[in-house]
């Protein structure tokens, strides 16, 4: 049976980059079927909704979604589509791989291969307990961190661990002093640990992961953290490889799983056509891995790094003079 996956366009460069990346996955002969749904703000002109409901019924029975960026509009009333959509299914784990690529504009161009999950339910962004004081000189935030929040996504790292083959898993936190949240995380994540003998692990403050990150890179396998500190790192991490044209994200729950890139609209280049495509092309490979093709992300990340490698129609963010289309071709060419 054919498995079928919702996809959205999304806003500005979000149609050219898909377009591009459902060329080089037909080129890859990945044998899927496409349900197009409509989100961001080509919804709310098409449907009156940012997030319409058919939107979040296909995303439901497919289980799986290829979405591109969305443009939320800046005013009252609008909150962020992707914290809805990652509220509604409750997507708990944010997996965000950074891997150094040739001819790239990084500190690294060698030696970073490394995965963050991030919770991405619970933590400081919960929206709850947010309070200013009527003197608007204090504010107040609550921040939850639950047992099951903690044990389910450490368990999906060393899960992920297994999987890909990689050896160690890095438990991130700020115990020392965020005693009460970081603690229980700290504690139910050396519970979990303790059960993945074949995994090595490693603990490391928040503060001290950031510097490590900055000057030894290679050291990190697999990050595991809670949301606020993952949010940060796993931007810090794309950065190590060389920025957001290149850094794809997943956002996996139980029952549905949403691959992206993790860069926004981009309304400043926006329908000329030369938007990179890879990060989206990266989400989709993590999405064949979820679907268990895992060869066929193997190709794909393959023929990227070799178009890398040969400077083939590179888009201007990477120094080349290619276009979006242009790109996707060259990448499609060596799948
Ligand atoms: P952005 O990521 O869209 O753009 C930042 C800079 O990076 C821009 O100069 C842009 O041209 C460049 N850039 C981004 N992606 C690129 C690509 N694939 N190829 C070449 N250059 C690229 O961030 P910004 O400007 O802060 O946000 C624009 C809109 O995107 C906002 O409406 C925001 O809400 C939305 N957004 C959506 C996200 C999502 O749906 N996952 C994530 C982040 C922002
Ligand atoms: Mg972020």
């Given amino acids: 049976m054919t498995q079928t996956i919702t996809v959205i366009r999304g806003d500005g460069i979000g149609p ?16 899927l079927a496409y349900e197009e749904a409509d989100a961001g703000l080509v919804a709310l002109e098409k449907h009156g909704d940012l997030l319409p409901q058919a939107t979040l019924d296909s995303i439901r029975k497919n289980g799986v979604a290829l979405k591109s960026p969305l443009t939320t509009p800046v005013g009252e009333g609008f909150s962020s589509i992707n914290v809805a959509l990652r509220r509604h299914f409750d997507l708990y784990a944010n997996v965000r791989p950074a891997k150094s690529f040739p001819n790239t504009k990084s500190r ?3 030696g970073v291969d490394l995965i963050t999950v991030r919770e991405n339910t619970e933590g400081a962004y919960i929206g709850e307990g947010q ?10 935030l609550t921040q939850k961190i639950t047992r099951k929040g903690s044990d389910r996504i450490v368990r999906y790292a060393y899960d ?3 999987k890909t083959g990689r050896k160690k898993v890095t438990i991130v936190h700020k115990a020392n002093i965020l005693k009460t949240t970081s603690g229980l995380f700290l504690k139910v994540a050396r519970e979990v640990a303790a059960q993945y003998p074949d995994i090595q692990t490693n603990e490391m403050i928040v503060d001290n992961t950031c510097m490590q990150l900055v000057m030894r890179p290679e050291q990190f396998d697999i990050i595991v953290t809670t949301n606020l500190f993952g949010d940060i790192i796993s931007d810090l991490c794309a950065g190590l490889v060389g920025g957001l044209g290149l850094a794809p994200g997943a956002n996996i729950g139980v ?4 691959f992206e890139a993790v860069h926004g ?10 938007a990179n495509p890879c990060a989206l092309l990266l989400g989709a490979a993590q999405m064949l891995d979820h679907l268990g093709q895992p060869e066929k992300a193997e190709r794909l990340r393959a023929a990227i790094i070799a178009t890398l490698d040969a400077k083939d129609s590179l888009t201007p963010d990477l120094g080349g003079e290619g276009t979006t289309m242009s790109f996707a071709k060259a990448i499609a060419s060596r799948v």
Avoid at 16 to 30: G, Q
Avoid at 131 to 140: F, P, V, Y
Avoid at 265 to 270: M, V
Wanted: aromatic letters at 4%.
């Fill in 131 to 140: 309070s200013i004081s009527e003197d608007g000189e204090t504010a107040l």
């Fill in 265 to 274: 609209s981009a309304p400043d280049i926006a329908g000329k056509g030369v």
């Fill in 160 to 162: 992920l661990a297994r």
């Fill in 255 to 258: 029952d549905a799983a949403i």
């Fill in 16 to 31: 050219e980059i898909m377009d591009a990346t459902l060329y080089v996955l037909d080129a890859l002969k990945v044998g």
């Fill in 108 to 110: 690294f161009p060698s």
